[in-house]
C-alpha cells in the first residue's frame, strides 16, 4: 500500500510537471525528473524574465558551513537554451555570512559545481554539497564573501540537465546572481566573482563569456576556474597525451544531457543490453551509484555500448568546444598536476588558447594535487586574487611565463580531499 501511495505521488508529481513545462521541453523519468519535493516545482505561470527569485527557504545545515548567518534553498527562473523551451525553473543554495555586512554589502561568489550525475537527486540543494565543495563554500564565508551556487538547469528543476554544454550552465550561474541580488539587494555588494571546478570550470567560464551579452547588468569583477575542461580546437598548443573523457559514466552522462543532436539515435538506442543498469543509475542516482552499478556488473567502455566507442563520441557535440576571445575581466586558472581525470596537458591547451587570445590571466599549478585536490589547493590563491580585485589590484598576466606540462605526476599526501 505504501508503496502504491509513493508511486503514485511520483507519476503525479512528474505529470504535473509536464503540463506545466514548455512543451518543448522533455521532462519525466527519463529526462532524470524525480518528485523530490514541492519546492522544486512551479506550479503558477513563470514570470517572463530570467533571474527573478521564486522562492526559497531554509537550508539544511551541513557540518562543513559553520559560518553562514542565513542558508537557504531557492528556486529561480532561467533561460533554456539546449531545447528552445523558454523560461524555466532552476533551484540552487544561498549563503550569507555571520555578522554585519560592510559598507555596501558582502561581494558575491557564484560557485559552480563539478560532475554529480543528470538526475534531480544530484541536486546541491537537495542532498548537500559534498564535503570537499561544502568546504570550499565555508571557506568563501568565513573570508566575508557570500556564495550563490546554482545546481544548474534540470538538477532538481524540470526536463534535463544540459551536462557539460557551457552555453547553459553559464545562463544558470548567472541568474542565479540575479536573483540573489534582487533578494538582497541591503547586503549584498555589486560586486561579482565566478569559480567552478572541473564541469564548473566549464560554467564558469562560460558564464563570463556570455556575461555582457547574456545578462550585461551583473557587475563581474574576476573569474576563477580549476580542474579545466573547456576545449579549444583552434587553440595554438595540442595536447600530445589523450583528452578524450570517455567512459561509461561521464559518455552515459553525455547521451542523457544534450549532447546528442536532435535526430540522432537516442541513449537507449545506443546502450547494449550490458550497459542499461547504467542507463537507469543515471537515471535514478547520482555518479556514485553508477560507478557502483559499473564495477557490480563488469560494465565497461568496450561492453556498454552497440558500438565502439569512439564511435559513439563521435555522434556528440562537442559541447566543451569554446572559441578563445578576449574577456572582459581577468582570469585565475588552477591545475593540480597529478590530475589524471583531465590531464594537464589537455589543461595546459586552455591557458595556452586564452592567453594567445590576450586575456589577462594567471595559471597556477598544484604539485601532487589530483582532479579532487585541486580545488581546495588553489583557494589561497583564489582568494588572493579576488581580494586584489576588491583593491583595485590589477593582476599580473604569467603567460609569457607558462610552460607546457608533464603527463600526471605522483599523488601528494596532505591535500585536503586528494583522492
Known amino acids: 500500500m505504501t ?30 525528473d524525480q518528485a523530490l519535493s514541492p519546492f522544486y516545482r512551479w506550479s503558477e505561470t513563470l514570470p517572463e524574465s530570467p533571474g527573478v527569485m521564486l522562492r526559497k527557504e531554509p537550508m539544511l545545515a551541513q557540518s562543513e558551513i559553520t559560518s553562514a548567518a542565513l542558508a537557504e534553498r531557492i528556486l529561480y527562473t532561467s533561460s533554456d537554451l539546449r531545447w528552445h523551451a523558454g523560461i524555466v525553473p532552476v533551484s540552487g543554495t544561498l549563503y550569507l555570512p555571520k555578522g554585519e555586512p560592510p559598507a555596501g554589502g558582502w561581494p558575491l561568489v557564484a ?36 556564495v550563490v551556487a546554482t545546481d544548474y538547469q534540470g538538477l532538481g528543476g524540470p526536463g534535463p540537465h544540459p551536462y557539460l554544454i557551457w552555453q547553459a550552465e553559464g545562463r544558470s550561474v548567472l541568474d542565479g546572481v540575479r536573483a540573489a541580488l534582487s533578494a538582497y539587494r541591503d547586503r549584498l555588494a555589486s560586486k561579482v566573482f565566478v569559480t567552478g571546478q572541473s564541469q564548473g570550470s566549464g560554467a564558469a567560464m562560460g558564464a563570463t563569456v556570455i556575461a555582457e551579452s547574456y545578462a550585461p547588468e551583473v557587475p563581474l569583477v574576476a573569474t576563477v576556474a580549476t580542474g579545466l575542461v573547456s576545449t579549444f580546437p583552434d587553440g595554438p598548443y595540442k595536447p600530445p597525451q589523450t583528452t578524450s573523457i570517455g567512459s ?39 555518479t556514485t551509484e553508477m560507478r557502483n552499478v559499473a564495477r557490480r556488473d563488469d560494465i565497461t567502455v568496450d561492453n556498454v555500448y552497440v558500438e565502439p566507442i569512439d564511435k559513439v563520441l563521435t555522434r556528440l557535440t562537442a559541447v566543451t568546444d569554446m572559441k578563445a576571445v578576449r574577456l ?64 583595485g589590484q590589477k593582476p599580473q598576466s604569467n603567460c609569457a611565463e607558462i610552460t607546457e606540462p608533464g603527463a600526471p605526476g605522483e599523488v601528494a599526501q596532505g591535500v585536503a580531499f586528494n583522492d
Open 111 to 146: 560557485w559552480a559545481h563539478g560532475t554529480l550525475g543528470i538526475s534531480d537527486a544530484c541536486a546541491p540543494s537537495w542532498t548537500g554539497h559534498k564535503p570537499r565543495d561544502a568546504t570550499y563554500i565555508q571557506r568563501w564565508l568565513e573570508n566575508g564573501f557570500a
Open 248 to 286: 561509461p559514466i561521464y559518455t552515459s552522462l553525455m547521451l542523457l544531457g544534450g549532447s546528442l543532436p536532435d535526430g540522432a539515435p537516442s541513449a537507449d538506442d545506443l546502450v547494449s543490453e550490458k550497459g542499461k543498469p547504467i542507463l537507469k543509475a543515471a537515471r535514478e542516482s547520482c
Open 3 to 32: 508503496r502504491s501511495l509513493i508511486a503514485l505521488a511520483v507519476v503525479v508529481g512528474l505529470a504535473a510537471s509536464t503540463a506545466r513545462a514548455d512543451s518543448l521541453l522533455p521532462v519525466g523519468p527519463k529526462e532524470g
Open 328 to 391: 572582459k575581466v581577468p582570469l585565475l586558472l588552477g591545475t593540480g598536476l597529478a590530475d589524471s581525470t583531465l590531464v594537464p596537458t589537455r589543461q595546459y591547451a586552455e591557458v595556452a588558447a586564452l592567453c594567445a587570445a590576450g586575456n589577462e590571466l594567471v595559471w597556477k599549478t598544484y604539485p601532487g594535487a589530483t582532479h579532487n585536490g585541486g580545488l581546495n589547493a588553489a583557494f589561497p590563491d583564489a582568494l588572493a586574487f579576488f581580494r586584489g580585485m576588491l583593491a
